[in-house]
Antibody
Framework: EVQLVQSGAEVKKPGESLKISCKGS????????IGWVRQMPGKGLEWMGI????????RYSPSFQGQVTISADRSINTAYLQWSSLKASDTAMYYC????????????WGQGTLVTVSS | QSALTQPASVSGSPGQSITISCTGT?????????VSWYQQHPGKAPKLMIY???ERPSGVSYRFSGSKSGNTASLTISGLQTEDEADYYC??????????FGGGTKLTVL
């Protein structure tokens, strides 16, 4: 069974750094793209960016370029989303999801990681 | 890049059909056939319902269908069931090699 399992909920203070993870199983991790999607409380989905673990080719939404870093460690089938300095406005649910190509739809999705940033 | 435009809400009675529209531009919906639809129940992760405009993934009910005309894509759900009540999002690949989601549509089954 293809699965993406994300790391647990995080509570951080503004200015702190954070790295959340997404571990793939049940398929060849290096042959599919992994995307990240933000959902702020009570709001819609926003595409943040996507990475190909096979060669670390990474694309970012202009809205998130420079705000986050997407990476992957193919030796442990895990993709990451990280912040160097969190803001309160980063409070959201973050989902990872798999895509066959950089143009394709996302299926399946991880269960989500809730990030809360509060002083 | 602005989100694709979807109606905020639609409703229907069990057994009826509803259609949700998703309007973009010639740089996104009108540009590619990589248009997808996702269903999201409260507190759950999104689920792929339609990909490549009109293709259904394995396991998704035949009651869900997709289409596209120009810059507008549509999701139709026939034979509405109570479990179809959820939020629905469209998504499109863009000419900038990024993705856009729609603002989401809340479907209420009366």
């Amino acid at each position: 069974e293809v699965q993406l399992v994300q790391s647990g909920a995080e509570v951080k203070k503004p200015g702190e750094s954070l790295k959340i993870s997404c571990k793939g199983s049940g398929y060849s991790f290096t042959n599919y793209w992994i995307g990240w999607v933000r959902q702020m409380p009570g709001k819609g989905l926003e595409w943040m960016g996507i990475i190909y673990p096979g060669d670390s080719d990474t694309r970012y939404s202009p809205s998130f370029q420079g705000q986050v870093t997407i990476s992957a460690d193919r030796s442990i089938n895990t993709a990451y989303l990280q912040w160097s300095s969190l803001k309160a406005s980063d409070t959201a649910m973050y989902y990872c999801a798999r895509a066959l190509t950089s143009r394709d739809s996302f299926d399946p999705w991880g269960q989500g990681t809730l990030v809360t940033v509060s002083s | 890049q602005s989100a694709l435009t979807q109606p905020a809400s639609v409703s229907g009675s069990p057994g009826q059909s509803i259609t949700i529209s998703c309007t973009g531009t010639s740089s996104d919906v009108g540009y590619s056939n990589y248009v997808s639809w996702y269903q999201q129940h409260p507190g759950k992760a999104p689920k792929l319902m339609i990909y490549d405009v009109s293709e259904r993934p394995s396991g998704v009910s035949y009651r869900f269908s997709g289409s596209k005309s120009g810059n507008t894509a549509s999701l139709t759900i026939s034979g509405l069931q109570t479990e179809d009540e959820a939020d629905y999002y469209c998504s499109s690949y863009t000419s900038s090699s990024t993705f856009l989601f729609g603002g989401g549509t809340k479907l209420t089954v009366l």
